[in-house]
């Protein structure tokens, strides 16, 4: 069987979870072609990332052949062109994208549903519940390809009205959430006949990387943090606990690793704290040299407001090292206070940094031990080749029903039964508590 994948960017650096899982698919008898919105912005470092470019189709590579799709379709299935627009229209509504964007998301639909229906594929899995999922949403209706799609989170839980997260879920095939967490949110903004369709799926970690020996570890106080440097990532808050140790850990080391757009602002704020000398902002990092910089480390440490279930937390263990993170969203689920890290209340200076001192302190022994917990976690639950067999289940499955099927039940052109919160007593919510999700 062969199955479209779709991503806004993909490859990227941030998204090499997304190429282990398509590898372990392939691995597994599963045919995966590559699709991808856009190139990656930063420039690829990795040479398994430059070699899966040059396996990847981008969808925006050319005004022209977007029109051609698009004319293509209105003229052999007008029906159901037509339905889709009114669609994107809708859609638009919905969140403030505008209706421009929503007619980009359109004409990338025609060109995705054009090449798979040349290609025999009649499956799109999306990974992200954002543009790329909107984007398979419209290719099932232009082409009549069914979908899925993977929520990570923190983005679809933030804005899921504005995302039409319900009506995305309501036409797909299955959705995927990547922990616990993920699902209950995934639950909370949909249909509750829908719920058959939700399952776990995580994020899983190379069997190599488990199976590599753990480096030893360094006999210099260090830190390290991995992340795109964005503003649900905390990291101002990281500086400052440790601005407020570093009179009792004067020879402390902090790397940051990872880019992004608060990056001028945050070298800005180490200059103001007076921690030039202790942090390294290593910039975009290869996957060996992220592995380098964990291994370079005695703990990770993770700051961040918002998030899914990192997979950098999974490295972490698996390579040796207990972490401390926020305890937010999916990372409760991985990490366990006091057993393979520490977990503190999100945006506390003062329990980030009582926890970082902790870990200062700890001897080797026990560190040793806390990350061997870890390890134990990730190959009990996140293996990249049995979270793998579980996607290629579901794709076999064909879980839920037909696009056709959803169409007779539920009636795509009701506007207010679409993309308004499902009215369960246990779900419905009122739409100005959505920044509190």
Known sequence: ???AYLVNQYPSVSHTFIRREIEALERGGVSVRRFTIRRSRTPLIDPADIREAAATTCLLNGALTLCVSVIRSALLHPLRFISALALAAKLSRAGGAGLLRHLIYLAEAALLARLCNRDGISHVHAHFGTNPAAVALLCSHLGGIQYSFTAHGPEEFDQPLGLALRRKIQGARFVIAISEFGRSQLLR???PDDWHKIHIVRCGVDASLLNAPAAPLPVYPSLVCVGRLCEQKGHAILLE???SLHHRFPDVRLTL???GPLRTILEGRVRELGL????LLAGSCGGEQVRHHIQASRVMVLSSFAE???VVLMEAFALGRPVISACVAGIPELVEAGKNGWLVPAGSVEKLAEAMAEALICGDEQLRRMADHGRAAVEARHDAMIEAKKIATLFRAGVGASVTEKEDAHGYD????DLEPAMCPSLAVESSNVATL
């Open 276 to 279: 030039e000398g202790c942090v």
């Open 308 to 310: 899914g279930l990192p």
């Open 189 to 191: 903004w949909c249909r």
């Open 414 to 417: 009701d506007e207010a039964n």
């Open 241 to 243: 606990a440790l601005a």
């Open 257 to 259: 690793v990872g880019d």
């Open 1 to 3: 069987m062969t199955t």
